[in-house]
């Protein structure tokens, strides 16, 4: 298991100082401007940020200061816009998704207990209120719950048996948060970004759009691009006749916010994993009411299973050219350095995946070390997620490196952790060390000797300890 983990946040930064230049691919202008380009606090919301120095800051949310609350913009209906409580739930006490609880069994086990009165926010399947305010009103035994789904589809997720504890929710007036209001920024004719400026002053940016509309950069023949964010995918196994022959058939998965705005696909991306990775992107033709699949026979599939997607005839490729070039600058320091996704003239607009690297591009993940130091990881691998053993008992783990032609990523730390959607924490760092040793692995219950020689791969354990301070650290900060 290798992923890269940083803190919840939505928009970046680049400020004045530091060094800053651009990547090889596309070429842009050099990053310039200030922090008043991507983010800014205001009279009430207080800009809440990693800042690992040198104008290299990321945003995690804003801090109301009239509500004493973490709070994000969210589009909580169509055009309108409010910073509402980070803490969000997703489960409900009802069959359609309309009387949100929070679950005393969450993704963040040593979160604190909610208190009466304290605010959260929920989302909704109803257009005219994506999402609501709620404040935490008693607690239930519950024996059944639902969840929504990113996609909008509520679902049943626990029926009968015993029941459980919830803490109930009422509805809290919107007017009690800070609203706000959103423009586009960046330069007109390429990728640009939405901006949404509170009531009180402060600002961030929060997605890419093209032409108005939201777009994500992919890699399209060793260029990036802007591509549309609603795009089909390929419907493995899945035919547009009855007699299973033609497979042009591609699935959308779109959100409430999309179906809610009526956006319809235009493109579907598909990427492979031959000749290291190739993009070839299709226009979609008519949707599609009924698909068929094979198995012993064709016959037509029951579509009410694909809750939230729909699908449509694949078309004939396009060219990637009518897609914006995505610019990447970037900013550095001595000893870490934040990528930004730019307009055609090389402002920055918007984070970049995985925005953390090391001054020579190394990416790096934001943990938090035993004194509570945030720090960037780089070429790291999770301690005990792997499959392999070097002994006839599987319990001392090793790490298999398999040498890829399309990848020049290698291993330099294992790391003993803590890993959850709500933060990422390491006991331990070490130094990998080569292994060509026995290997085993645990099939059925029972460790097994492998014959891995005719594989072209290496293994690595876990050997000496490494001193945390040899990461580059980062400050978590609230402006006054």
Known sequence: MRATISAAGCVWLVACGGKTETTKAPSVGVARGDSSLLFASGTRLKAHYLDAGGGARQLLAFHDSVLDIECRFVETAAGSYACLPVRETSVFSDADCSAPVLDVIGPCPNAPAPLAGELISARSTDCSARVAAYSVDGRQAQAQTSVLSLYGVCQLWAAGG???????????????????????VGAAGGVQATRVTADDGAFTTLELVSAGVPCIPGS????????????????VGAYTDANCTDQKVA????????????????????????????????????????????????????????????????????????????????????????????????????????????????PCSIFTDPGGQ????????????????????CTQP????????????????????????????????????PYSGPVYTSSSESCQL??????????????????????PALVEATEP
């Open 251 to 362: 699935i959308v998965t779109s959100n409430l916010s999309e179906r809610c705005a009526a956006r319809q696909p235009q493109y579907q991306v598909e990427t492979t994993s031959l000749n290291c990775g190739t993009t070839t992107i299709y226009t979609l033709g008519d949707p599609l009411s009924t698909v068929f699949g094979k198995d012993n026979r064709c016959e037509s599939l029951n579509l009410n299973r694909f809750g939230g997607r729909s699908f449509y005839r694949i078309g004939a490729p396009v060219s990637s050219s009518v897609f914006p070039e995505a610019g990447v600058v970037q900013i550095s320091n001595e000893a870490i350095t934040m990528r930004f996704f730019a307009d055609r003239t090389g402002v920055p607009l918007l984070q970049a995946f995985g925005p953390w690297t090391l001054p020579d591009g190394t």
């Open 162 to 184: 015993e029941p459980h504890t919830v803490w109930t929710t009422k509805p809290e007036p919107l007017a009690r948060f800070v609203q706000g209001t959103v423009s586009t």
């Open 220 to 235: 399209v023949d060793g260029v990036l691009r802007c591509l549309p964010a609603l795009s089909g995918q390929p419907f």
């Open 398 to 433: 090793i790490y298999i490196t398999e040498h890829l032609s399309c990848s020049s990523q290698k291993l330099s730390y294992i790391v003993d952790a803590q890993v959850s959607p709500c933060r990422a924490d390491f006991t331990h760092v070490y130094a990998p060390t």
């Open 374 to 393: 945030k720090r960037c990881l780089h070429d790291w691998l999770m301690k005990g997620f792997t499959a392999y053993f070097a002994d006839a008992s």
């Open 450 to 471: 492998i014959d891995m020689s005719t594989r072209n791969s290496a293994f690595l354990a876990a050997g000496d300890p490494v001193d945390s301070s040899v990461f």
